[in-house]
T-cell receptor, first 114, second 112 residues
Framework: GQNIDQPTEMTATEGAIVQINCTYQTSGFNGLFWYQQHAGEAPTFLSYNVLDGLEEKGRFSSFLSRSKGYSYLLLKELQMKDSASYLC???????????????FGRGTSLIVHP | NAGVTQTPKFRILKIGQSMTLQCAQDMNHNYMYWYRQDPGMGLKLIYYSVGAGITDKGEVPNGYNVSRSTTEDFPLRLELAAPSQTSVYFCASARERSYEQYFGPGTRLTVT
């Protein structure tokens, strides 16, 4: 099984930088996803990390440390439209008896104010 | 491409009624999934399929059934609706197991 932890809620100011953390405990590891979900809408894919390090994609970056069981999503130059829930999802390693299907955390609700 | 489509968008059921939530994708994806999302909770996997004719249970399958007769369609059946099944249901698909999932717009179901 897996245990995925994210903060429930965060607030930030327009134009600022915010870091959303995700910690996980799993018997094996085979990738971590970040999704964005606006209220009343479906989740949409943001990033995928399977190796340690930083993946940058425009204003969004995602970092992974497998040895620490830790990832973060970094959002720069925050805009009002970034107000949404951010979901961390972890895939177990099949070699360790896990499923290849990602398990989702509860999500972090980010509120961006002017 | 329409992507992943779901019908209906909203539905109210009485306890004990049955219904089928429809899901279709036009991306020729092999993998399809059904999730439910309750307020403040993450997505919980109900059932998934790795291809036509193959389905398997997820974390919370009780009270639900699925079928996958074609690559495109993956309907979810509720046989005897219970208040505990009040939730938002999302269908998703993925090209292969290690690829990102594409989600449908969701079905908001209330059982009273």
């Amino acid at each position: 099984g897996q245990n995925i932890d994210q903060p429930t809620e965060m607030t930030a100011t327009e134009g600022a930088i915010v870091q959303i953390n995700c910690t996980y405990q799993t018997s094996g590891f085979n990738g971590l996803f970040w999704y964005q979900q606006h209220a009343g809408e479906a989740p949409t894919f943001l990033s995928y990390n399977v190796l340690d390090g930083l993946e940058e994609k425009g204003r969004f970056s995602s970092f992974l440390s497998r040895s620490k069981g830790y990832s973060y999503l970094l959002l720069k130059e925050l805009q009002m439209k970034d107000s949404a829930s951010y979901l961390c999802a972890v895939r177990d390693s099949e070699a360790s008896g896990g499923s290849y299907i990602p398990t989702f955390g509860r999500g972090t609700s980010l509120i961006v104010h002017p | 491409n329409a992507g992943v489509t779901q019908t209906p968008k909203f539905r109210i059921l009485k306890i004990g009624q049955s219904m089928t939530l429809q899901c279709a994708q036009d991306m020729n994806h092999n993998y399809m999934y059904w999730y439910r999302q309750d307020p403040g909770m993450g997505l919980k996997l109900i059932y998934y399929s790795v291809g036509a004719g193959i389905t398997d249970k997820g974390e919370v399958p009780n009270g639900y059934n699925v079928s996958r007769s074609t690559t495109e369609d993956f309907p979810l059946r509720l046989e005897l609706a219970a208040p505990s099944q009040t939730s938002v249901y999302f269908c998703a698909s993925a090209r292969e197991r290690s690829y990102e999932q594409y989600f449908g717009p969701g079905t908001r179901l209330t059982v009273t």
